[in-house]
């Protein structure tokens, strides 16, 4: 057996004794001699197996263990070194966020404002302050107040964003200083993918899809939720210049503008109501889906934009449309009771579609906001009060805004709710979040679930809202109770309506200023244009 350097010394040491037994040493004491050497030995040979005892249990698991189960091991031995790294990693961050972000004082702030803004400082400041109040008890500084983050906070994302701090305080209110309320402020800078609705009066989706790539344009279908939608990514013909789009074959529209509509379901040979129609896109929408049956009645507080509704009807082949040039509110007074569906959509502080006009971001305020919200229940209960109750097929009130303020939609279904016998009925559509029941100090129905949510960092599509209301009967409420929305300035604004001192609604909504003299009315009869 070799025992390495060890194993060489006992062997001469061997050799020396046996020599010297041969020259005459006794007996007893090469006995004791070879049982010292014996005993030295086995001492060796046990310190050497401990050594090695953990390799040789490895190579006796190996031999076991099947290669699935050896790769299983590794993998799992892994996984506990990358937790351990990645906690230690956490807890390294946390002390050195901690320890970075230090509040500005007012001072500094005021400082920041006198030169242009570091928008990579601004950025950064916002999302520690949205750290710090995620778990404000551990982060924030001592003798800071949530009051002091969120006035940095709001001050941060009006500088970042562009709004004032009116909206942006709404903003707030509405999504928390969550990371949905950044994703929103970006979603809302960027362009909705551009999208058509085919035509269904004149042709089909995908023979309209096919000739559309045969003229250079990149087409797929838009959504699950929509058989007529196209969405165009890119295109080497103008979109709106192409035969099929003069032939009337598409219109160009986006896909939060189908889902009003499609909430309204309307049925052929019924008498319709388009009360804000144009630019005529949703009356071209609900003409196919009659099938050019019944009759539309297409509404618009302005002139201008009712001469657009004449020119898109015409090119879609909408032969069941009259075109009017009326006041909302004026409808039960000429058309009571006369309708088997409304649909509402109604003029709106456009928070939903802020990439189409960045002016929202600095010009909505308070009063703004709340002269909308007057305008709105003014033209819910006219729609309602529109409405045939005893319709066989109808009854059914949608309305609709491009807003994601509570004051603009949910207050207003509120507002209706108590004012008509009526109630909310589901809306038909698959897509979309529910409507608010509990906001801020405010308390709505739970029927306000029914209603549906759109965002574009969630949809992708504009931010829209929709309710659909049935009418149950033609009584009427003498005045609202328990109504809990109105704050002293919509007071206010009430009292300046009853007294005729407030815009009519084609200023409020910020629509051209109508022509002098009584209002001219528009009619279409089967394609002939005619005025009266």
Same mark, same amino acid.
């Given at each position: 057996?070799?025992?390495?350097?060890?194993?060489?010394?006992?062997?001469?040491?061997?050799?020396?004794?046996?020599?010297?037994?041969?020259?005459?040493?006794?007996?007893?004491?090469?006995?004791?001699?070879?049982?010292?050497?014996?005993?030295?030995?086995?001492?060796?040979?046990?310190?050497?197996?401990?050594?090695?005892?953990?390799?040789?249990?490895?190579?006796?698991?190996?031999?076991?263990?099947?290669?699935?189960?050896?790769?299983?091991?590794?993998?799992l031995?892994?996984?506990?070194?990358?937790?351990?790294?990645?906690?230690?990693?956490?807890v390294?961050?946390?002390v050195?966020?901690s320890?970075?972000?230090?509040?500005?004082?007012?001072?500094?702030?005021?400082?920041?404002?006198?030169?242009?803004?570091?928008?990579?400082?601004?950025?950064?400041?916002?999302?520690?302050?949205?750290?710090?109040?995620?778990?404000?008890?551990?982060?924030?500084?001592?003798?800071?107040?949530?009051?002091?983050?969120?006035?940095?906070?709001?001050?941060?994302?009006?500088s970042?964003?562009?709004?004032?701090e009116?909206?942006?305080?709404?903003?707030?209110?509405?999504?928390?200083?969550? +990371?949905?309320?950044?994703?929103f %402020? $970006?979603a809302?800078?960027? @362009?909705?993918?551009? *999208?058509?609705?085919t035509? =269904? &009066?004149?042709?089909?989706?995908?023979?309209?899809?096919?000739?559309?790539?045969?003229?250079?344009?990149?087409?797929?279908?838009?959504?699950e939720?929509?058989?007529?939608?196209?969405?165009?990514?890119?295109?080497?013909?103008?979109?709106?210049?192409t035969?099929?789009?003069?032939?009337?074959?598409?219109?160009?529209?986006?896909?939060?503008?189908?889902?009003?509509?499609?909430?309204?379901?309307? +049925?052929?040979?019924?008498?319709? %109501? $388009?009360?804000?129609?144009? @630019?005529?896109?949703? *009356?071209?929408?609900?003409? =196919? &889906?009659?099938?050019?049956?019944?009759?539309?009645?297409?509404?618009?507080?302005?002139?201008?934009?009712?001469?657009?509704?004449?020119?898109?009807?015409?090119?879609?082949?909408?032969?069941?449309?009259?075109?009017?040039?009326?006041?909302?509110?004026?409808?039960?007074?000429?058309?009571y009771?006369?309708?088997?569906r409304?649909?509402?959509?109604?003029?709106?502080?456009?928070?939903?579609?802020i990439?189409?006009?960045?002016?929202?971001?600095r010009?909505?305020?308070?009063?703004?906001?709340?002269?909308?919200?007057?305008?709105?229940?003014?033209?819910?209960?006219?729609?309602?009060?529109?409405?045939?109750?005893?319709?066989?097929?109808?009854?059914?009130?949608?309305?609709?805004?491009?807003?994601?303020?509570?004051?603009?939609?949910e207050?207003?279904?509120?507002?209706?709710?108590?004012?008509?016998?009526?109630?909310?009925?589901?809306?038909?559509?698959?897509?979309?979040?529910?409507?608010?029941?509990?906001?801020?100090?405010?308390?709505?129905?739970?029927?306000?679930?029914?209603?549906?949510?759109?965002?574009?960092?969630?949809?992708?599509?504009?931010?829209?809202?929709?309710?659909?209301?049935?009418?149950?009967?033609?009584?009427?409420?003498?005045?609202?109770?328990?109504?809990?929305?109105?704050?002293?300035?919509?007071?206010?604004?009430?009292?300046?309506?009853?007294?005729?001192?407030?815009?009519?609604?084609?200023?409020?909504?910020?629509?051209?200023?109508?022509?002098?003299?009584?209002?001219?009315?528009?009619?279409?009869?089967?394609?002939?244009?005619?005025?009266?």
């Open positions: 057996m070799y025992c390495g350097e060890e194993g060489g010394i006992f062997s001469r040491i061997l050799q020396e004794y046996l020599a010297n037994f041969f020259f005459g040493f006794s007996w007893k004491l090469t006995l004791l001699f070879l049982s010292i050497l014996l005993l030295l030995m086995s001492l060796y040979l046990i310190l050497d197996s401990d050594v090695d005892q953990d390799d040789f249990s490895s190579a006796e698991d190996d031999s076991v263990d099947l290669p699935i189960e050896k790769k299983s091991k590794k993998l031995k892994k996984a506990a070194e990358d937790k351990a790294l990645a906690d230690e990693e956490e390294r961050l946390n050195v966020d320890a970075a972000f230090r509040l500005p004082s007012g001072e500094e702030i005021k400082s920041e404002l006198r030169t242009p803004a570091d928008l990579d400082l601004v950025k950064q400041r916002i999302t520690d302050v949205m750290q710090v109040l995620g778990d404000f008890r551990k982060r924030r500084e001592e003798n800071k107040c949530r009051d002091d983050y969120m006035t940095v906070f709001l001050k941060d994302l009006c970042y964003y562009g709004y004032n009116y909206l942006m305080g709404k903003f707030i209110n509405l999504f928390n200083p969550t +990371q949905w309320l950044l994703e %402020l $970006d809302s800078d960027e @362009p909705r993918p551009v *999208t058509i609705r035509n =269904a &009066l004149k042709t089909r989706r995908g023979d309209l899809a096919k000739a559309l790539i045969n003229r250079g344009m990149n087409v797929d279908p838009a959504a939720w929509t058989k007529v939608g196209l969405i165009v990514y890119d295109s080497q013909v103008p979109i709106g210049a035969p099929e789009y003069l032939a009337g074959h598409y219109i160009i529209q986006g896909l939060s503008s189908f889902l009003p509509v499609m909430a309204l379901a309307p +049925q052929p040979n019924e008498r319709v %109501l $388009d009360m804000c129609a144009a @630019p005529g896109g949703k *009356t071209s929408h609900i003409a =196919a &889906l009659m099938r050019n049956t019944g009759v539309i009645f297409a509404n618009d507080s302005n002139i201008v934009r009712c001469r657009a509704i004449i020119g898109n009807l015409h090119r879609l082949g909408v032969v069941n449309a009259v075109v009017s040039n009326l006041d909302g509110r004026e409808f039960p007074k000429i058309a009771q006369s309708f088997d409304v649909l509402l959509d109604a003029p709106c502080s456009g928070t939903g579609v990439w189409k006009d960045e002016t929202v971001k010009n909505r305020d308070s009063q703004d906001v709340q002269r909308r919200h007057t305008l709105q229940r003014q033209l819910i209960l006219a729609a309602l009060d529109s409405i045939n109750a005893s319709s066989k097929t109808g009854g059914y009130l949608v309305y609709s805004t491009c807003s994601v303020l509570v004051e603009e939609n207050a207003v279904v509120d507002y209706a709710l108590r004012k008509r016998d009526c109630k909310l009925v589901p809306t038909g559509l698959d897509v979309g979040l529910q409507g608010y029941t509990r906001f801020r100090e405010y308390r709505f129905p739970k029927s306000l679930r029914l209603t549906r949510r759109f965002y574009p960092h969630i949809h992708n599509v504009d931010g829209f809202f929709v309710a659909k209301i049935k009418k149950l009967s033609n009584a009427k409420s003498e005045k609202v109770k328990n109504y809990s929305w109105l704050s002293e300035s919509t007071t206010e604004i009430v009292k300046e309506e009853a007294s005729g001192k407030l815009q009519k609604s084609g200023e409020a909504s910020n629509e051209p200023e109508k022509s002098k003299g009584s209002a001219s009315t528009v009619l279409i009869h089967h394609g002939i244009l005619g005025l009266k």
